[in-house]
């Protein structure tokens, strides 16, 4: 995705919507990631924050290039070099003592929108291949954020989305690797919404937080609810982020560093899913031949009775290649 900037804007882009056909739907909507790794080269002190110094970090590229200067050198300058700057304005790796291996870390964006943000991901996906000494594995994640506004994505959004999500969750773990499906730090959700729809004394407001915080979902009393490290975000869909820090977390998807390319399709399917649970639902394009990415949307649009939400042309009748 980082390579052939040199062209025509226009040219660059209608390339990238043949290679990424659910770009088309991509909006501005602000999204992050966190790129969960080991094998990062780094100290720290007393006194740290969780970011990581960049002046502490020893990792060389295979030319002897310190990483702090590679990254800057390819305009990702790094945060951390004054406990005064402030979170996600610049690219950090924090600590993160969840992952298996030494130097486990995740590279946190800042916040990115639209192509250019696509493009610093792939970018800082490209830069850490240049560290043979950085490598993931079953316990390293790509978790996407995606920012909302609270006054327009409030209680009937956020069941939206948690209907979507429970409803065809399955599909969403068929996108990923087999070995990552059964992750502790992505469960399936465990909230069991037609137990609701059955149960009317269940039925409080603001409704989305009384489901999410509950004991079917993990939920311990004496866990406060204004820190991050709370039970209930170790979902694949980690709604405790929206209440923490204002965006919708999905967790589900491992850290592929071979494969940037899965990993840009799954930033823009997950902002599909936001775009949706917010009441927009494009008319797709049906393709013969889709990518599974597109074959997940098709199904989950005939799952919801979309069908006419689905533009066939030609001869081709409905139905065709979605399995």
Known sequence: MGNGRELDPEEWERRLRVRYPMLQYFTDRPFG?????????????TGDREV??????????ADGTLLPRLFERHGLTLNGFSPDEPQYEAWSFVLDDSIKGAGGSELVSPILSGLKGLSQIYDALLLLKE????????????HVHHGVDTEKFGDLQLFQLLRIVSIFEGYIYH??????????????????????????????????QHLWYSPENRDEVQAPRNRKMHPT???????HSYWYRKTIEFR???????????????????????EW?????????????????????????????????IRFSGSLSPGIGVK
């Not at 990631?33 to 002190?45: D, R």
């Not at 990581?52 to 590229?61: H, L, V």
């Not at 729809?197 to 409080?204: F, K, L, M, P, S």
């Not at 975000?233 to 709604?239: I, T």
Request: hydrophobic letters at 35%.
């Open 252 to 274: 589900y998807f491992p850290s592929l560093l071979d494969e940037p390319e899965e990993l840009m399709q799954w930033i823009i399917f997950t902002q599909f899913l936001m």
């Open 175 to 208: 996108l990923l690797p087999e070995e990552r499906r059964q992750a502790e730090t992505c469960r399936p959700l465990e909230i069991d919404l037609y137990d609701w729809y059955r149960n009317d004394t269940r039925r409080q407001n603001p409704l989305v």
């Open 277 to 309: 649970s917010e009441g927009r639902r494009p008319l797709l394009e049906y393709l013969p031949k889709p990518n599974k990415w597109m074959n997940t949307l098709y199904k989950i649009y005939l799952g919801t009775g979309m069908m006419s939400h």
């Open 131 to 142: 560290f043979p000494e950085i490598q993931v594995n079953e316990t390293c994640g790509f």
């Open 233 to 239: 975000r170790y979902h694949g869909l980690n709604l």
């Open 33 to 45: 990631v966190e790129i969960e790794t080991f094998g990062l080269k780094y100290s720290i002190s």
């Open 52 to 61: 990581i110094p960049p002046y502490k970090i020893t990792s060389r590229a």
